[in-house]
């Protein structure tokens, strides 16, 4: 073989080496739809991270790939994409998926391919109790985020509190954690209503909160359709104090809300964004400032957090690692410092963090607390 066609072949080989050195991580999530702001913001801040690891030469020497598809924030999508994701794109893990009923559509894909599925975005109680073997969560459950909510409302002396759910899995969910804040103040909601998720419709609903005179609505809900709920409200003449979860912990939330932003609450689940006495958000804004200076939301902090967990347990699962190998090596994370906030996982307890905290939408349009 001549020498130009040995180093050719040597080309080859090593771009097919480097083809195979890649860490496949698979994500679905809505990308488009009523979650569309939320989802880019915390995928943003997963791959500001995984951006980070890669160009210092990867974990173990692999680049991690995260492949990302969009299921419309729709359950039956989310379960496709997620097969397609491990059959056919042949991915190690999944991770950052969207939404409780869209995880719950998943569940049973993970046990049939033995798969882990790394810091789903939803903090639905039925992925920390009973303990799920291949789900590893990272972020507070909404049952204490809506429990603690509930009790602010009633220290701050807003009597009258009215609820507006969506009629999922996540509404249900949440409002159990509501129920908790109501029963520990002795209080009941003055008007406690439902929507559908797919067609949500509140001229029948907000009528209601008016005529009751509710001081305060929670609603517990997904992006636009908590906009839309909040416009309706206004449009009523309904001045109540509005709050909800940390699922709409997005600047394109707030964006969305327009002029009805200003003293909404939000629920956060980590650290304040612009703290950076936090180890965990000053190593953001330092690596979104290397990169131009892109703002870090209370969303990307949860993808950002959600990568460091996703690093950790492939590093300690070794080179080329194995589904079984990621999930050995999550089981065994223990005392995992993220940055001021510690991880510990086992097979008895896959919750991860239990940080929950509150935040109003100031008049500049960024979160405060």
Same mark, same amino acid.
């Given at each position: 073989m001549t020498r130009w066609l040995r180093l050719a072949a040597w080309a080859v080989a090593a771009v097919a080496c480097s083809a195979q050195a890649q860490i496949l991580i698979g994500q679905t999530a809505g990308f488009s739809g009523p979650v569309a702001a939320g989802v880019?913001?915390?995928?943003?801040?997963?791959?500001?991270?995984?951006? /980070?690891?890669?160009?210092? #030469?990867?974990?173990?020497?692999? =680049?991690?790939?995260?492949?990302?598809?969009?299921?419309k924030f729709d359950p039956k999508l989310a379960a496709e994409n997620a097969r397609e994701l491990i059959v056919d794109r042949k991915v190690v893990a999944l991770f950052l998926t969207r939404g409780t009923p869209h995880t719950q559509a998943i569940m049973p894909l993970l046990d049939e391919h033995k798969i882990a599925l790394i810091a789903p975005s939803t903090?639905?109680?039925?992925?920390h109790q009973p303990v799920n073997p291949y789900i590893f969560n990272v972020r507070a459950t909404y049952q204490r985020e809506a429990e603690r909510a509930i009790r602010h409302l009633s220290l701050i002396g807003l009597e009258r509190i009215a609820v507006i759910q969506v009629d999922d899995s996540f509404g249900?969910?949440?409002? /159990?954690?509501?129920?908790? #804040?109501?029963?520990?103040?002795? =209080?009941?909601?003055?008007?406690?209503e439902k929507f559908d998720r797919a067609k949500p419709d509140f001229a029948p609903i907000v009528p209601k909160i008016v005529k009751a005179e509710a001081q305060a609505v929670m609603i517990i809900g997904s992006g636009s359709a908590v906009v839309d709920a909040v416009k309706a409200l206004r449009a009523a003449g309904s001045r109540a104090q509005v709050v909800t979860l940390s699922n709409n912990a997005s600047t394109g939330f707030i964006k969305s809300l327009g002029e009805h932003a200003r003293g909404v609450i939000?629920?956060?689940?980590?650290?304040?964004?612009?703290?950076?006495?936090?180890?965990?958000?000053?190593?953001?804004?330092?690596?979104?400032?290397?990169?131009?200076?892109?703002?870090?939301?209370?969303?990307?902090?949860?993808?950002f957090a959600a990568a460091k967990v996703l690093v950790e347990g492939l590093r300690r699962a070794g080179p080329n690692p194995t589904r079984a190998q990621i999930l050995n090596a999550l089981n065994g994370i223990r005392n995992?410092?993220?940055?001021?906030?510690?991880?510990?996982?086992?097979?008895?307890?896959?919750?991860?963090?239990?940080?929950?905290?509150?935040?109003?939408?100031?008049?500049?349009?960024?979160f405060r607390r």
């Open positions: 880019k913001e915390t995928t943003d801040g997963a791959k500001l991270y995984i951006d /980070a690891v890669n160009a210092r #030469g990867g974990v173990n020497g692999q =680049k991690i790939e995260l492949i990302s598809l969009d299921d903090g639905a109680m039925v992925l249900a969910d949440s409002m /159990a954690g509501a129920q908790k #804040g109501f029963d520990a103040v002795g =209080k009941q909601p003055v008007v406690l939000v629920s956060q689940v980590f650290p304040y964004e612009r703290s950076l006495a936090a180890p965990i958000v000053k190593e953001a804004v330092d690596l979104a400032r290397a990169k131009g200076g892109m703002e870090i939301s209370p969303a990307m902090m949860e993808g995992y410092d993220i940055g001021g906030m510690e991880i510990n996982y086992s097979p008895n307890d896959h919750t991860g963090l239990d940080y929950a905290d509150l935040s109003i939408i100031g008049p500049e349009g960024k």
